[in-house]
Nanobody, 126 residues
Framework: QVQLVESGGGLVQAGGSLRLSCAASGRTITGYPMGWFRQAPGKEREFVAI????????DYADSVKGRFTMRREDAKNTVYLQMNKLKPEDTAAYYC???????????????????WGQGTQVTVSS
């Protein structure tokens, strides 16, 4: 059973930074694309960042490009999301996700992800 556990969320002032972590167990992350998504109250879950199974440059939502950085550290079975210059509109629950199929393509669509963490709350005050 694949388990993803996010951590690192919290309350921060606008302009501040947080680093989210997603630790996987039950399966290696090597060979699988990994994604970060977020969901604010009353809104649909939205894509934040994804990284291919092969690594390389992640793909980012326009709203976070230039402020957020995603990386994967396969040796630790963990992915990270460094969030800088946070804005109040970044407030949401942040989720880590992975796909079931080995070497599957990356995707911005949350419905195409099979495994999810429980989420970590990020609150940015103005």
């Amino acid at each position: 059973q694949v388990q993803l556990v996010e951590s690192g969320g919290g309350l921060v002032q606008a302009g501040g930074s947080l680093r989210l972590s997603c630790a996987a167990s039950g399966r290696t992350i090597t060979g699988y694309p990994m994604g970060w998504f977020r969901q604010a109250p009353g809104k649909e879950r939205e894509f934040v960042a994804i990284i291919a199974w092969s690594g390389g440059s992640p793909d980012y939502a326009d709203s976070v490009k230039g402020r957020f950085t995603m990386r994967r550290e396969d040796a630790k079975n963990t992915v990270y999301l460094q969030m800088n210059k946070l804005k109040p509109e970044d407030t949401a629950a942040y989720y880590c996700a992975s796909r079931r199929k080995w070497h599957s393509s990356w995707s911005r669509f949350h419905a195409e992800y099979d495994f999810w963490g429980q989420g970590t709350q990020v609150t940015v005050s103005s």
